[in-house]
């Protein structure tokens, strides 16, 4: 049901272009089916039930969560296989138990001896078998175990003795985004990779079932040639994708799905600087882009029907103004071409931090009407 349109909706408010999501995800889909692997989309990105619903029925095969809000939240809505992935604090145990007493397929991960004695202890004491990725480090970007190290091994003895199940390992090559040359990526897809089965290898070799083997970031699963030895993939951030990985390669301007709509509220003449009500409250302080070839400042300016608008930038932001700029050099014209009341969008530097600034999407379809897509918050 049509409840506005993009002329008519409140600003700031977070766009959903349905058709260049619903292309990027059957993007990623068909790669990963191509490949022969199952894949299991991250939704920290949308949080969107709408968004997720159609990442499983494009083929996707449980789904990857950032909080057990999340797990609480999809689970609610009739999912039931997935896999939280952040390490698990000992105070979470009940949350998680919790659910898996429910009827949830709940799985959690751990990169040390400490947590995986406290899931082993905490299981027994419960009587649960938790089924736990142990987590390995192939790029140095984060968390996880060396994959030759013997602390991995450790880890598997202590959750395999202790009666929990290794359901297997996994890895996540979060510098991927940190690279910008096909070559790079698909190397670094390869290390990822490798990395991952050869620490599932090393934990078989040592009697401990290990039958998963996850790997994943957009950058590397849109990059990877060949995936023997891995089971599933996760990636999040392609569903909508942004400018950050506009730069890295995977993606062009015009796959970028979600975008800020805004109002011009004012002018600054003389600089050249229109006023919006996209400040960095509707934004977010991403400014990840500062650190790639191209510098996108807080977000790429396009016409409302989507159009980027070439060296207009959100150049600066403040709690709920956005200033627009052209690079280079002042506009001259710019208050006479974009008045007051004019309506804009604003790409994205990180998706995931920008969505996570709304409580709702406004899904945009081709015809022009816009629905309304919750979206949830919290921990």
Not at 275 to 289: H, L, N, P, Y
Not at 299 to 312: E, L, S, W
Request: charged share 20%; hydrophobic share 40%; glycine share 10%.
């Amino acid at each position: 049901m049509m409840t506005s349109s993009l002329h008519t909706l409140d600003t700031p408010a977070a766009i959903i272009d349905v058709p260049r999501a619903m292309k990027n995800i059957r993007r990623m889909q068909d790669h990963m089916n191509a490949l022969g692997v199952a894949f299991r989309p991250h939704v920290k990105t949308s949080k969107c039930e709408q968004v997720v619903l159609a990442q499983l029925g494009a083929g996707a095969r449980g789904i990857t969560v950032s909080t057990l809000k999340e797990a609480d939240q999809f689970f609610a809505s009739g999912i039931t296989d997935i896999l939280y992935a952040v390490g698990i604090a000992p105070h979470r145990l009940p949350h998680a138990l919790e659910l898996r007493r429910r009827g949830c397929a709940l799985t959690i991960i751990t990169d040390s001896v400490v947590s995986a004695r406290e899931i082993a202890d905490f299981g027994r004491a419960h009587g649960e078998k938790f089924p736990v990725l142990i987590e390995v480090d192939t790029d140095g970007h984060r968390s996880g175990l060396h994959p030759e190290g013997d602390e991995l091994l450790k880890v598997a003895a202590v959750l395999h003795d202790g009666g929990m199940e290794v359901k297997g390992v996994m890895t996540h090559a979060g510098s991927s985004y940190e690279l910008d040359t096909p070559d790079a990526l698909e190397t670094l897809a390869e290390q990822e990779r490798a990395g991952c089965v050869t620490a599932a290898e090393r934990v078989r070799a040592a009697g401990v079932p290990c039958p998963v083997v996850s790997v994943g970031s957009t950058p590397t699963a849109l990059s990877a040639k060949d995936l023997r030895g891995v089971t599933e993939v996760r990636a999040g951030v392609y569903v909508f994708f942004d400018l950050v990985m506009h730069n890295v390669g995977v993606c062009a301007m015009g796959d970028i799905a979600l975008s800020v709509l805004t109002t011009v509220i004012g002018h600054q003449p003389e600089k050249g600087w229109l006023i919006v009500d996209a400040g960095w409250m509707a934004m977010s302080r991403d400014v990840g882009t500062s650190k790639q070839k191209r510098d996108y400042k807080y977000g790429q300016v396009c016409a409302i029907d989507g159009t980027p608008m070439a060296g207009y930038l959100l150049s600066g932001a403040n709690q709920e103004h956005g200033i627009v700029a052209l690079e280079g050099s002042a506009d001259a014209d710019i208050v006479a071409r974009y008045p007051v009341g004019t309506r804009l969008r604003i790409l994205p530097n990180h998706a995931c931090a920008t969505g996570a600034q709304f409580e709702k999407y406004q899904a945009l379809s081709p015809d022009g009407s816009v629905q309304e897509w919750g979206r949830f918050h919290g921990w």
